[in-house]
């Protein structure tokens, strides 16, 4: 496999989770969710470094928890912006090195190893891979409260982190973005628009991001059940 570094925007808030402050912070097992993340990539021989968004203030912060969770393979600390994007955008200038680049929620902790491989791999062949699952629930289109019509599940996807690209891609879809203001969902929709096509590699449903309260106990069941399949 192709070595990568990954870029992680950090500079968000707990306003969903309810926390008042950056959820990243927050623990499971005693331990803040962005640690459980940083590990991952720690522990990859693959990964030649990790480049994280953050808010300027918050940068004491992390740096000692760099430190105390013995986290070396950060490279820099960027000041994040106000939109995720604009976070993006700013580890990727700060990168500015040929390559495979993964995009990556900091409160995604629990992808797994295999689907990282599978991105990468992807990636290096085509130029651009996304992570995700099929969609299970039925979806419908509703309008004014009314059924119009029920959407065939089979060829939708939920769409994951991390995505993953070749970064000169990364960095002319990110440029062209900025230079014309246009703001996507992720990053696959800014390099769909200048007309590369984003290969879908499958990933786990349990690859949640900690967004909700409701979040935190699912992720004390997956670190339990994790520690379970180590042991197996």
């Not at 960027?78 to 976070?87: D, L, M, T, Y």
């Not at 599940?153 to 879809?173: C, D, M, N, V």
């Not at 929709?189 to 990933?203: A, F, K, L, Y």
């Amino acid at each position: 496999m192709e070595s990568y570094t990954v870029l992680l925007p950090a500079a968000g808030s707990g306003n969903r989770m309810g926390a008042g402050f950056n959820k990243l912070f927050l623990e499971l097992d005693e331990k803040p969710i962005l640690i459980h993340t940083l590990n991952v990539f720690e522990k990859d021989s693959a990964c030649d470094g990790m480049i994280l968004s953050v808010k300027e203030e918050e940068r004491p912060i992390i740096e000692r928890m760099l430190e105390q969770y013995s986290i070396t393979k950060v490279k820099a600390l960027v000041e994040g912006g106000a939109e995720r994007q604009q976070s993006v955008a700013a580890c990727i200038r700060a990168h500015q090195t040929d390559g495979i680049v993964l995009v990556h929620d900091a409160a995604r902790p629990f992808i797994r190893q295999e689907v990282i491989v599978s991105l990468v791999d992807t990636a290096s062949k085509y130029g651009a891979a996304i992570a995700g699952v099929l969609v299970k629930d039925t979806i419908k289109v509703a309008l004014d409260g009314i059924v119009k019509e029920t959407v065939d599940r089979s060829k939708l996807w939920t769409i994951q982190t991390p995505q993953a690209f070749r970064y000169g891609i990364l960095k002319e879809a990110s440029d062209k973005a900025e230079a014309e203001g246009f703001l996507g969902t992720d990053e696959s929709m800014i390099v769909e628009r200048i007309g590369v096509d984003v290969r879908m590699v499958e990933s786990t449903y349990d690859n949640v991001k900690m967004t909700t309260k409701e979040d935190l106990l699912f992720g004390e069941v997956l670190l339990k059940h994790r520690r379970q399949e180590d042991f197996q």
